[in-house]
Structure formats: C-alpha cells, structure tokens
C-alpha cells in the first residue's frame, strides 16, 4: 500500500506550471501622418513575429529562466527555432501564469505557430495576474509595471534605461548587440517580477483548483501547504459547509460535504418569498 502511494506521488507530484512572457517586432509599414492612421495590407514592408520569449518553471531558483531571441538568426523574421522552444515549453505545462498572455501572448503565439506551420500545443489552464487584477482589485492600474512596484520587494517590472522606449526595439532589429542584452535582461525581470506577483495575487484566485494534480491524500494548498485552520461555515440556500483557511498564504478552501442533516434540508424546502 505504502509503496502504491509512492509510486502515485511520483506520478502526480503537483502541476507543471509555466510563467512565460514574449517581445515582439514591431510592424513596419509606410505612413502618411503621423495620426488618424489607417494602414492597408500593402502598405506593410514588413510584418511582426516573435523577438524573445522568457519563461520559467514556477518555484524554480531564478537563475533557471529561460530564454530565447532573435540576435543571432539570419533571417530576423524567421522565428521558427524560437518557437520550437516556447511550443515545447508550453505543450509540456499543465498551468500556465501570464500577464495579459490571455489576450495578448498566447493568441500572438499560436498565430505564429499557425504561420510557421506548428500544430496547437497540448492545452493548458491559464492563470492571468492582468485578469485577477482586474476581477479582484480596484487597483490604479493593472499593468505589471504598476503592481510590481507597489506590491514586489525583490523583482519590480524593469525599465531599459539604457535603451528607453521604443528605442531598444529599434537597436534590437538594428543589430545593435547591447540593446540584444538589454532585451534579455528585460524580459527575464518580467518573468520574475511576475512570479513574485502571482504569490502575492494568487491566494485571491480560486479559478483553478492545484489540488486535482496531486496524489496525496492531504489537501494540498496552491501555495503548496498542507496546513489549514477552521475558519467558520459558507452557507448556500440548502447546505453548511465548513471553511478552512490555509496557514502559510491565507487561501480559503471549503468542504464539500453538507454539514445539514436530511432532516435540516428537508425543513429547507420551505423558502421566503423575495420581496
Ligand atoms: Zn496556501
């Protein structure tokens, strides 16, 4: 029995989860004014693709980000090499941790993907730190640079100062190995600044339950605990449940066995009409 238990464990030890980010190039096309631009297809020179990705394995020391870019292609806009590395990446993750990927990173991606003819990586739950935000908070602004300055003491959403703006874009598809450098360092403080956020945001997130990907009889915490306290009772129209909250990040958990007797649920039938 003993040794079943450890064989499970070592199957489904907790989810794979990924924290990724992705710079892209810019279009580049002809204008006539600097506003109220309205760009046809053929005036494009041209289109945008894949620049760098970063990404990590969630709890991983940071020295183990990962990351790719274009610095050394021969073809600039060929990107396919870095996405065989983000795609494999990906199709190995069970959960993956964004911000804004919902809207933005994963649906540049699998356009990539789609025009450099890979085939839809395995799919994944998504965790978005723009959407919690969003959700949750009435913050200022929900963009990273905002939320990792407030609420991170270690990793906060980096400025390129050397390369400010759109300037280290520009360098970058220039050649220009020191804006290269820059990028990298840019991209992989995004990732981690993003990982430190998400410990903060994510015991106010229920969207996805970490306990599914574990064998172990215990429940087991997002955060990884497996230590709760009685935190009182949710009730619903016809149940009682209990609350527990976990000791190491404050996260609510709930039974889902109905504290109510038969009987209880029985004398329940009988509502209040709404005024
Ligand atoms: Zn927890």
Redesign the pocket.
Known sequence: MAKQKKKNQSKLAGPRVLLFDIETAPIIAHVWSLWENNVALNQIVSDWHVLSWSAKWLGDPPDKVMYMDQRNAKNIEDDKKLLQGIWDLLNEADVVITQNGKSFDTKKLNARFVLQGFQPPGSVKHIDTKIIAGKVFGFTSNKLEYMTDKLCTKYKKLKHKKFPGHEMWTQCLAGNLEAWKEMEIYNKYDVLSLEELYHILI?WDNSINFNLYHDEEDHV?????TEFHKNGFYYTSSGKFQKHK?K????EHRDKQNLFSKEKRASLKMGTPKS
């Open positions: 015991p915490c997002k955060c990884g605990s976990c190491q990040c404050g996260a």
